[in-house]
């Protein structure tokens, strides 16, 4: 098996026109996935492979399309990603060999997605036409088209999409106003369980760490709708009525991502929409238990794997700082200016680091989460996201 | 850069005695490791890797030693595993090439190890010589040798290492009844940290997943050492006095592992030594708030990944069952029994599926957590330990 393995990357090296090694030569022995990633560059299309541990660019992947909007999720052995396009394509890329090993035009207009716990499936969240389309993980074969038709000949579009446990996948309609669960374990037909009248245009949602709540922002109303999934008989319950939203609708600069609330021991951080505030809820009850003032209108509020730490960017025009709250005091303990329009942060798996892209300065920042020092800074062209193999390993990603 | 590893799994390859392959072959993509792992096969002194997608057995790694308490901690790129023999032996193999890279004989009795929060340290904790020692993870040269001499000339055993963020461990003395942390962040000697007076005979300790507290149970007396690290100063205290073991001594057939102990969202669920009972703990304030009965004196109990179910393992003679807790309801909803001799638990990263060893059967069954139905059984000889690469991304393992 490993023969097989080492001879088949062989072939592949020797496409590659290496030269022919002389056979006394014992080579540096093959490392893992485990501490790659990938860099999305939004304007080029492109991804940039990068190792954790050697903090290097390793190589790019080129003609992934419109990756304004991009996200990336998983298969199970960490080299394999999956890119979502904006445009709507779906590309399964390998982060080993910096290939492109299959790609489909799945819609118009893709907003992201996400892969089954088991890794076999890939679902697209898509805009238009709105509903989700899910993949074989290997061939990108469509396994079923779910469009999202609330009203006779009228879709949604598809926002907030998470696998959950089984074949299963959970996402919300934007203009219905509703939430359904999309079952692919049977042989048949996807069996759908459909959430009516949950709020007024749920815009994005997320699934904690644990995969037990699933919570949708609303845009069109103060609050959010919440499903405890391990219920016996799952239902949507409204949370944080009048959380700040509604109170005095203030002008909102750009979306929070809810998919990068932080979940810190028994406290969620969650950013208030159009407000210079991170609201802290008690996940127990789901009450907010406290605010903390922050240096503009949170996008991304992230814990640091260990919880200990929760990290905050911005939306413009205070969007080229970072700000790290410790989770004991609730205080902001730092304030970190790593360059111009930072767009998103990603925390290495045991969190003694993070990587913070700055689109406007064409550069990505690798800074220690104990000392705030720049340990490196690498140069990519306008990078957006930055997803990290370890994602593999974690469910609502 | 992407070329240059792959010629240098060509030169790999090509030592193997790979047939030629002809240039208009197509290889299969290589895949990464993020779904590879290793059994102990403790009486011959091997590993077998396996894939965790395909449920199979890849091949063996041999001539590892005595591997009868073997454990295995995994380097940030999750192909390199550092396995830690009964007979003071430290091999760092490597699960691509099945091959061992390096390896040291290190002490003349050990009971496991830990890696460093970067990856840059891998440190053994002995029993023979009683201290822990530290190499460098890339050549396994010895780094710091630290004697646990609690007194002029008396070394204690050290057990419950673990990794704390930062280059820095934590361990137990069990002769000595102290808990020590080595800091090797600096560039001089390690800065030693000791905790004195914890109680009597610590026989091994597990670290809370987010790292904040460590805790040792306590052979000679009643209760367990507590620390909290997050305190602006940390001290030891005691917890669960009286919880069972000094009530109404019972024989005691196997040691609970601690290091499995599980916390699942706040709650913690412990082996109660000598009874046939689970504790439930409310990781808040450290208090016991339930017990649940059980088939057996419990030796593992670990929660799913989610936390929505606890497995549990037993000590002779009941060590061929194995249950299932519901938390939700702190019910055993199945006991299930896959084999005589059950040494071992692993829950695939996202908890699909459980990794069963079952030594006396010579198996090991992967059975799935939804329907409890067993998907595959693997033929391996004696085994115990099962260890994912997943372990890469975890603190405190």
């Known amino acids: 098996m490993k023969q ?22 014992v080579a540096t022995p093959p490392t893992g996935s485990g501490d790659l990633g990938v860099v999305v560059e939004r304007a080029q299309g492109s991804l940039q492979v990068i190792n954790t541990t050697s903090r290097q660019i390793l190589g790019g992947i080129a003609g992934l399309g419109d990756l304004s909007h991009a996200s990336v999720v998983y298969g199970r052995d960490g ?38 716990q088991d890794g076999s499936l890939v679902a697209a969240q898509n805009y238009q036409p709105g509903g989700i389309k899910v993949f074989d993980a290997k061939t990108l074969a469509l396994v079923a088209d779910i469009p999202a038709e609330y009203a006779p000949g009228k879709l949604s579009r598809v926002v907030g999409l998470a696998d959950l446990p089984g074949k299963r996948f959970i996402y919300s309609l934007f203009d219905a106003g509703e939430i359904w669960i999309a079952d692919l374990s049977g042989p048949g037909l996807p069996k759908i369980t459909k959430f009516k009248d949950v709020g007024r245009q749920p815009y994005d949602a997320l699934l904690t760490p644990n995969g037990r709540h ?30 700040g939203r509604g109170q005095e609708p203030l002008p909102v600069f750009k979306m929070p991502h809810l998919r990068g609330w932080a979940v810190a021991g028994r406290l969620a951080y969650l950013p208030a929409i159009g407000r210079h505030e991170v609201l802290v809820v008690d996940t127990e009850n789901w009450a907010e238990v406290g605010r903390i003032k922050v240096a503009g209108q949170p996008v991304f509020v992230i814990a640091r794997p260990d919880g200990r730490q929760v990290w905050v960017n911005f939306a413009v025009p205070d969007y080229n700082r970072v700000q790290v709250i410790d989770t004991q005091t609730r205080q902001v303990i730092k304030t970190l200016e790593p360059g111009k329009a930072v767009l998103h942060m990603e925390f290495t798996p045991r969190g003694e680091a993070v990587w913070i892209s700055s689109r406007d300065d064409n550069r990505v920042s690798v800074i220690a989460t104990d000392s705030f020092e720049t340990q490196t800074v690498l140069s990519a062209d306008a990078p957006s996201g930055i997803f990290f193999s370890s994602r593999a390993n974690r469910m609502g990603f």
Chains 1, 2 share one sequence.
């Open 4 to 25: 097989a393995l080492l001879c088949a990357l062989l072939a592949t090296a020797a496409l590659l026109g290496c030269a022919t090694p002389t056979p006394t030569v």
């Open 79 to 116: 080299a394999t990603a999956y890119v979502f396009g904006r445009d709507g394509a779906l590309s399964k890329v390998n982060l080993l060999t910096h290939k492109t090993d299959a790609r489909v035009q799945q819609s118009g207009n893709s907003i992201g997605g996400a892969i089954s």
């Open 214 to 243: 699933y919570i949708a922002g609303l845009f069109g109303e103060d609050g959010l709708a919440m499903i405890d999934l391990w219920a016996p008989e799952p239902k949507v319950t409204r949370i944080l009525g009048g959380y």
